[in-house]
């Protein structure tokens, strides 16, 4: 077994896991950074889960299963976003009830699909002739999908709309100080109702990736704490789509990793491996001066009322 | 007009009374209605351990027109004991199923407090006076699946995703391995723990990881149809856990195990029905049913032994048994079946000699192990690669 297996092994299966995670904390950097903390990622991932395997299983098409799980995840979040934006309420209440709405609704509502075999799934792809490319072509030619693809795609676009372009300007400038930017004009609730909103589509497109490509099947509770994950990745990722992509793809592979060193290395060691990382990065992220250099949004999960600072 | 003591009084009179009442109704009367209630560690609907639990749950409500039935699922171990009062005292059960090996402790206690009501406890140990210990043990069956396993990896690696390493796990992988060691003597187990009962992510990448270490064909404890699934993915075949899989992959699903609960829950339920077990003679009864008490199955699905898709490569593969003679592995499973399921079990996978990978003789020639050596087994079997603790 040559080095090459581990490289392909470890990098392949760490796009395959870590794309889910990596879609999710997207949508909760677009969220922070507009100052609304999220907690219900793991209710809007496992709504679009839900939504997707039944919508795939209904018309067999699993595109559209993912699509409705996008719009699913994105109506699920304007729960929070009414409760915190609108009626202004704590935030992390807020959050925590979205996750235990979606966790509950989709296991009640999920009963009678739970062990059914799914028709079609998101079809791996085999791009020739770049998977025979030595190394690379294994672990991004062969057996991926397209919204491992997409979400890949997507990491530069988001990085660049919010540090290169106005729109990204007017998301920061609410998150830090949702006072200035209204009085520049800025309308705050709107600007982060939209990326409340942004940030459930990719949640709910993350829970399809997981029930119409990953796995794929229906159980409840399949998202097993990724929705955590995500919260994590985000301070991980101070804020930064690029650096999200990193710590998701890291903390995918160490996953997979913890797996395939069992033989040289006790798995309880291993298997406390990736969460053991996060805890180590968020000591630095949260240390003095690199905190004010990184920092979080001054203004996250602090509702903005006109007139009170 | 009431004064706080005439209150007071009518108080104390209906305390009384309703503890006189409760303990009235306390014991079970054989030939009333009865009422059992299920305590699973999963969700029903995981295709798995607790899901097989529920089926015969089921099976055993539709059979007895006296018997009435509650279930509470996802109960974390540990918790079990707020879980068994709330059944007995809230939902008046005579009877208390509890399902996983962890509830373990708690359910011996309850049996403490509550000594006039029947508990049992599923894949267990300890018992008492008014609770018993059950178990459809599926080692027959992996060794059965192992056989069909030797013949087909074609790199020599089997693989095996197992929950947690503890006895039941290690036994039923040893067995496995037995079987597969005994068509093809070139084969390895390749082993990898996911600690956890159901956890479809942890799953599927342990079972990648196998793949990238150059297994295939899968076997694997865990409650849900991932391995299948993902081994179907590349093609590879493998063998269903707990409830029929074949659904999930028709075209590599070789075979599996399939439990049969209600063998053991019609049993017992009608004998407490008829008054043969009561809350203070179940000190001794252990249910250690398999294959010739038909509690567990081998199959895809249920009346699919072999997926026929794989009988001529099975017939192909040809083995010299000091008994049997020369035989192709298809026959073998079907002599072995029929062996095991004989009322005197003329065979089992764990007759002697045995060695560990170690080398150490685990179980002497002309012996076999013993019900409490199976239940407490820890040693790994000769082929087995890969973490054991």
Redesign the interface.
């Known amino acids: 077994?040559g080095w090459e297996?581990?490289i392909?092994?470890t990098f392949s299966?760490s796009l395959a896991?870590g794309t889910p995670l990596l879609l999710g904390t997207l949508g909760e950097i677009y969220s922070e950074r507009s100052g609304v903390l999220n907690l219900g990622v793991e209710g809007m991932m496992i709504m679009g889960a839900y939504s997707a395997f039944t919508t795939t299983y209904m018309t067999k098409n699993p595109w559209f299963g993912i699509l409705v799980a996008g719009i699913i995840g994105g109506i699920f979040s304007l729960i929070h976003a009414f409760t915190s934006i609108t009626l202004k309420a704590n935030q992390t209440v807020s959050g925590l009830s979205l996750t235990m709405l979606g966790l509950g609704l989709s296991?009640v509502l999920?009963?009678g699909w739970?062990?059914k075999?799914l028709p079609s799934t998101i079809p791996?792809m085999i791009i020739t002739p770049l998977n025979s490319l030595p190394v690379l072509g294994p672990i991004f030619f062969q057996g991926q999908n397209l919204i491992v693809y997409f979400t890949l795609i997507l990491v530069p676009i988001l990085w660049y709309i919010l540090f290169r372009t106005r729109i990204g300007i007017t998301i920061r400038a609410v998150g830090e100080s949702p006072a200035t930017a209204d009085s520049q004009g800025i309308n705050v609730a709107r600007v982060r109702y939209v990326c409340v909103f942004i940030g459930g589509i990719l949640a709910g497109t993350a829970g399809g990736y997981l029930s119409v490509a990953?796995?794929?099947?229906w159980?409840?509770?399949?998202t097993?704490g990724?929705g955590w994950i995500v919260i994590a990745l985000t301070i991980f990722s101070f804020w930064n789509p690029i650096n999200g992509m990193l710590g998701a793809f890291l903390f995918a592979a160490l996953?997979?990793l913890?797996?395939?060193l069992?033989?040289y290395i006790?798995?309880?060691l291993l298997?406390a491996m990736p969460y053991a990382m996060a805890i180590i990065v968020l000591i630095f992220v949260s240390r003095g001066n690199l905190q004010k250099r990184v920092g979080a949004p001054a203004a996250l999960s602090l509702p903005y009322m006109r007139g009170e600072d | 007009m009431l004064t706080g003591k005439k209150i007071t009084v009518v108080l104390s009179i209906l305390f009384i009374l309703s503890f006189t009442l409760a303990s009235m109704a306390a014991e079970y009367v054989p030939g009333t209605p009865l009422k059992a209630g299920f305590i699973y560690v999963g969700?029903v609907?995981?295709?798995g351990w607790s899901?097989a639990h529920d089926e015969a749950r089921r099976i055993c409500e539709d059979t007895f027109p006296w018997l009435e039935t509650v279930y509470v699922e996802s109960v974390p171990e540990g918790n079990e004991g707020l879980y068994i009062d709330k059944l007995i005292q809230e939902e008046k059960c005579d009877v208390v199923f509890t399902t996983s090996f962890g509830f373990m402790d708690g359910t011996v206690m309850a049996a403490q407090r509550h000594p006039e009501k029947i508990l049992a406890h599923c894949s267990g140990f300890k018992r008492t006076p008014n609770l018993m210990t059950y178990m459809a043990d599926f080692y027959q069956i992996y060794y059965l699946n192992g056989l069909m396993a030797g013949a087909l990896t074609k790199t020599n690696k089997t693989a095996y995703v197992g929950a947690f390493p503890i006895p039941e796990v290690k036994r039923h992988m040893d067995a496995f391995t037995i079987g597969v060691k005994e068509t093809n003597p070139e084969a390895e187990v390749h082993v990898?723990?996911?600690?956890e009962w159901?956890?479809?992510?942890?799953a599927?990448?342990?079972a990648?990881?196998l793949?990238?270490?150059?297994c295939d064909v899968f076997a694997f404890t865990e409650d849900?149809?991932?391995v299948v699934?993902v081994a179907a993915?590349k093609g590879y075949p493998s063998f269903g856990h707990y409830?029929p899989m074949y659904?999930?992959s028709p075209d590599y699903v070789v075979s599996g195990q399939i439990a049969h609960w209600e063998a053991i829950y019609l049993d017992f339920l009608a004998k407490v029905y008829a008054g043969v077990y009561k809350a203070h003679n179940l000190a001794d009864l252990d249910y250690w049913w398999l294959l010739k008490e038909k509690a567990v199955e081998i199959g895809a699905k249920p009346g699919m032994l072999i997926n026929p898709l794989f009988e001529d490569d099975l017939k192909a593969k040809k083995v010299n048994d000091p008994v049997l003679g020369e035989i192709n592995v298809y026959d073998l499973v079907m002599k072995r079946l029929e062996q095991m399921s004989d009322p005197s079990m003329v065979f089992d996978p764990f007759n002697g000699p045995v060695y560990d990978r170690e080398g150490k003789l685990r179980v002497p020639e002309g012996s076999r192990m013993s019900v409490y050596e199976l239940t407490t087994m820890e040693w790994a079997a000769q082929g087995i690669?890969?973490?054991w603790?």
């Open positions: 077994m297996n581990w392909i092994s299966r896991y296991g999920g009963k739970e062990g075999p791996k990953y796995r794929p099947a159980t409840e509770g399949m097993a990724m996953y997979h913890s797996f395939r069992q033989s006790s798995p309880e298997k | 969700p609907g995981d295709l899901h990898r723990w996911i600690y159901f956890s479809p992510t942890a599927k990448e342990a990648e990881a793949i990238a270490e150059g849900s149809p991932t699934q993915e409830s659904d999930f690669v890969g973490p603790e």
